[in-house]
């Protein structure tokens, strides 16, 4: 496969899973930010930007429905949903001879609904009608991949940026919360409401698996375990891990250059420490710590992968 297209296919797999999580942290803050006093909705605006990955920007000016409309729709703000949608949909014009017509009318129809005036006029009628709608159609859009895309190295690509997009991000999010919610002092246990676990479980879209696997006894370690350490649930980091590690060899196994030992050892070693930690061990040591260096990894498995794939040398693709 060109190097080109492998990129294509992973930042448009990247930008797509990016623009769900934003709607999905926005949606869910919003919700909360309706029962924050006046003093705290900067504070926890500003914990859920710190959440997406963007320790500055889309500082609060004091109106939540403008910093949300922004956060939807301002096509320069590269933390907003219509930039990310923008780029998958960009990405995806480039390599259009490798994707399937199914798949670009999904992306396409997306692209045009949260571009026109028609999706602005709905965000100020309803913000979470129009952000459920976004996700419906990012949704048909994987749906879609699966089923209508040869499972080879290209679709094998898009499976690692949506894996290795939403670690990532899985991780942010827990790291960010985890003073609140995972050592938090006298006062801020008695405040800190089951609302707020219900919040952050929405985020990850796992309120109900989580209540399958533990019931609706909510608590700061099970819900850590749970988007941390699961083996089963997609958003956990866990599961995420796996199927990044997975379509690494997969791409390998199909004919594509074979994987360099620092790249195997990357996502081997993260894969690893996630499969033989156990939840006592993360909270007895630094939770913090531990979820900053899984966060750490992916992005040094990220470099390696463009490194290896995109951005190599013929010298050094001659030589394998």
């Not at 801020?188 to 985020?203: A, Q």
């Not at 040094?300 to 001659?318: F, N």
């Amino acid at each position: 496969m060109l190097s080109r297209v492998a990129d294509s296919l992973y930042w448009m797999s990247r930008y797509l899973e990016r623009a769900e999580n934003t709607v999905r942290q926005l949606d869910v803050t919003m919700n909360l930010m309706l029962d924050t006093g006046p003093d705290q909705l900067e504070a926890r605006w500003l914990r859920m930007v710190a959440g997406l990955g963007k320790q500055v920007g889309m500082v609060w000016n004091g109106s939540l429905e403008d910093m949300a409309y922004n956060m939807v729709f301002d096509s320069s703000e590269p933390a907003s949903v219509i930039y990310c949608v923008n780029g998958a949909r960009e990405n995806a014009r480039q390599v259009r001879e490798e994707i399937s017509t199914e798949q670009w009318q999904r992306l396409n129809r997306l692209f045009h609904h949260i571009n026109s005036p028609q999706a602005q006029d709905q965000f100020r009628a309803d913000a979470s009608e129009l952000m459920a709608s976004i996700v419906d159609g990012m949704y048909l859009f994987k749906g879609t991949t699966d089923t209508t895309m040869i499972h080879g190295q290209g679709w094998q690509f898009i499976r690692l940026g949506r894996y290795l997009e939403r670690a990532y991000a899985t991780a942010t999010l827990l790291e960010v919360n985890q003073p609140q919610l995972f050592q938090p002092s006298a006062d801020e246990r008695s405040e800190y409401s089951y609302l707020e676990l219900v919040g952050l479980l929405r985020s990850c879209t796992s309120f109900e698996a989580y209540c399958q696997v533990y019931t609706a006894d909510l608590s700061p370690d099970r819900v850590l375990e749970f988007l941390l350490l699961n083996r089963d649930f997609p958003h956990a980091i866990r599961y995420c891990i796996d199927g990044a590690h997975e379509a690494t060899d997969a791409i390998q196994r199909s004919g594509g250059r074979r994987s360099p030992d620092e790249l195997t050892a990357s996502i081997g070693r993260l894969h690893a420490m996630l499969g033989f930690t156990s939840i006592r061990e993360v909270l007895h040591g630094d939770p913090a710590a531990f979820l900053h260096a899984i966060r750490e990894q992916c992005l040094h498995i990220h470099e390696l992968i463009y490194r290896h794939y995109v951005q190599y040398s013929i010298q050094s693709a001659l030589a394998v």
